[in-house]
């Protein structure tokens, strides 16, 4: 059974660093792209970027390029989203989820889809 | 990279139909064949519900369909019930080498 169980509920001040974690199970973590997804309380889903594992290939979305760093560790099949220094605006709720796409050459790519979800982390930024 | 336009809301009485559209740009849903739409009820992580434009995962009813004609996508849900209220989005590849969501629609079962 595929599993993406992610790092509990953090609250941080302006300014601190953050890194929320995304373990995953059940199926090759080296073969699928996973991304992570912002969601303020109350809005709506925003793409962040997607990681593939394999060879930590990363594409984020212009609007949080220089924002965070995605990265992911094979040795314990886990992703990661950090933050150097939070700001009250990164105020969310953050899922990462596990990508279908196709295998070509023994390399496999996202088609962007978002199939396993985890279970979210809340992150509060407040003085 | 702007957000797909959905419409904030739709509504239909249990039985009946309804779709929701996804407009884009050439740029993106006019561009490539990687649409996808979640269904999101409150409190719950989203759900994926369609890829690759039409394409059901398995265990998701065939009461969901979509397709897409140039730059925009549509979602139908037929057959409309209390389960299908929730929050929908759809999501498609850009030319910016990432990804983007659509802005989100309220379905209410009437």
């Known amino acids: 059974e595929v599993q993406l169980v992610q790092s509990g509920a953090e609250v941080k001040k302006p300014g601190e660093s953050l890194k929320i974690s995304c373990k995953a199970s059940?199926?090759?973590?080296?073969?699928?792209?996973i991304g992570w997804v912002r969601q303020v309380p109350g809005k709506g889903l925003e793409w962040m970027g997607i990681?593939?594992?394999?060879?930590?290939?990363?594409r984020y979305s212009p609007s949080f390029q220089g924002q965070v760093t995605i990265s992911a560790d094979t040795s314990v099949n886990t992703a990661y989203l950090q933050w150097s220094s939070l700001k009250a605006s990164d105020s969310a709720i953050y899922y990462c989820a596990r990508s279908g796409g196709y295998c070509r050459g023994g390399r496999c790519y996202s088609s962007g889809y978002l199939q396993y979800w985890g279970q979210g982390t809340l992150v509060a930024v407040a003085s | 990279q702007s957000a797909l336009t959905q419409p904030a809301s739709v509504s239909g009485s249990p039985g009946q139909s309804i779709t929701i559209s996804c407009t884009g740009t050439?740029?993106?849903?006019?561009?490539?064949?990687?649409v996808s739409w979640y269904q999101q009820h409150p409190g719950k992580a989203p759900k994926l519900i369609i890829y690759d434009v039409g394409k059901r995962p398995s265990g998701v009813s065939n009461r969901f369909s979509a397709s897409k004609s140039d730059n925009t996508a549509s979602l139908t849900i037929s057959g409309l019930q209390a389960e299908d209220e929730a929050d929908y989005y759809c999501?498609?590849?850009?030319?910016?080498?990432?990804?983007?969501f659509g802005g989100g629609t309220k379905v209410t079962v009437l």
């Open positions: 990681i593939y594992p394999d060879d930590s290939e990363i």
């Open positions: 050439s740029s993106d849903i006019g561009g490539y064949h990687y």
């Open positions: 999501n498609s590849y850009s030319n910016s080498s990432s990804w983007v």
């Open positions: 059940g199926y090759s973590f080296t073969s699928y792209w």
